[in-house]
């Protein structure tokens, strides 16, 4: 305890009735990372029926909140019921299963839990999920589409149109991702107003493309696309947007599509685009369409989830080049 006591990155929290130790809780965050860690949490069988627990609990979240931490992970006994139910009433979503975990041989479950503090999953901005794994980011255009158009309903025919239209894919490798020109052209010709800030000049995720076949197809792609974008008279940036391009943008009644790692939301290495929609001092508002119901997801681990700037930063880069990709959105006057 006094070697948690005195670390930078753990806080021990005690609760007290009547000036006696009813229980504690242990919060550990690693430095560089967006998660906290709940290492241990107890309470004293003397003061049972009081909600020390969940009180606890509820100030371990509110502790890692205020450590700019997004997510709050822990482990529990697999054979621990009464603690399960406490932590799934409480919002945690079981993420995993380790087989002999404890120093009994006794299994462990892995919890987490989006952390918003006293952000609200309710915004102006419409919330639609992807229905594919791989059209995030044409579910944030449709989100985008709706926000700037009322009258625009998302729906999954939709979803495939606007993917077909921005992607790169190869015909003999199936579905695949999209690049931030054919996601700004396809939202130009849906009825936005759209900017690119992109850091790297040239064909975009060929790093791991092995076939030469593959790598020509994308190219010419991503050349269309090009051209395209200079028809339309599409604004490019050739340079890594920063955390002031993001807020301005919102500021001026805009949204942004930005490409982030996919590993801090889900775990895997991936291109993934989400959609930033508010900005509140502290942290930039994201709608993630990704709802991974394996893992007992809902929307409100996705809607309007409050990213502190500094992770918002590190998320949004891909590749061991470490690619920064945004596009603005906002409403386009009619001609």
């Known amino acids: 305890f006094r ?41 004293s069988p003397f003061f049972g029926g009081l909600g020390v627990g ?4 509820g100030s371990a979240e509110d502790a890692a909140f205020e450590h700019d931490r997004m997510m709050l992970r822990l482990e529990v006994r697999e054979d621990n019921s009464r603690a399960i139910r406490i932590y799934e009433r409480a919002g945690y979503r079981k993420i995993g299963r380790e087989p002999g975990y404890y120093e009994d041989g006794e299994t462990a479950l892995r919890y987490e839990k989006t952390l918003r503090g006293d952000i609200p999953i ?23 589409m709706a926000n700037f158009d009322r009258g625009f309903v998302p729906d999954p025919v939709m979803e495939i149109r606007l993917w077909r239209e921005a992607t790169t894919v190869f015909m003999m490798s199936g579905p695949g991702g999209c690049e931030p020109f054919g996601l700004a052209v396809s939202g130009y010709e849906s009825g936005l107003a759209v900017e690119i800030y992109v850091s790297f000049y040239g064909a975009l995720f060929l790093q791991s493309v092995r ?8 190219e010419l792609a991503q050349v ?7 028809l339309y008279g ?16 919102i500021a001026g009644g805009k949204l942004v599509l930005v490409l982030i790692s996919g590993f801090l939301m889900f775990g895997k290495k991936v291109p993934h685009w989400v959609l930033a929609i508010g900005d509140d001092g502290d942290h930039i508002l994201i709608h993630d369409p990704w709802v991974e119901d394996e893992r007992q997801e809902t929307i ?11 992770i918002f930063m590190n998320m949004a880069q891909f590749g061991r080049d470490g690619l920064r990709a945004a596009i603005t959105l906002g409403k386009r006057d009619r001609q």
């Not at 599409?234 to 943008?249: K, L, M, S």
């Open 3 to 43: 070697l948690f006591i005195e670390r930078e990155t753990a806080e021990t929290l005690v609760a007290e009735v009547d000036g006696r130790v009813a229980g504690y809780a242990i919060v550990l965050f690693r430095k560089g990372s967006g998660v906290a860690r709940l290492y241990s949490i107890a309470t």
């Open 54 to 57: 969940r009180i606890l609990l």
């Open 122 to 144: 309710a915004t102006k901005v419409p919330f639609y999920p992807q229905t594919c794994e791989f059209t995030c980011g044409p579910c944030c255009l449709m989100m985008a």
């Open 211 to 218: 076939s030469e076949d593959k790598r020509r197809v994308m």
């Open 224 to 230: 269309d696309f090009r051209r395209r974008t200079e």
């Open 234 to 249: 599409i604004p490019v940036n050739y340079r890594a947007f920063t955390i002031d391009d993001i807020r301005a943008a």
């Open 300 to 310: 409100l681990d996705a809607a309007n989830i409050p990213v502190p700037y500094g």
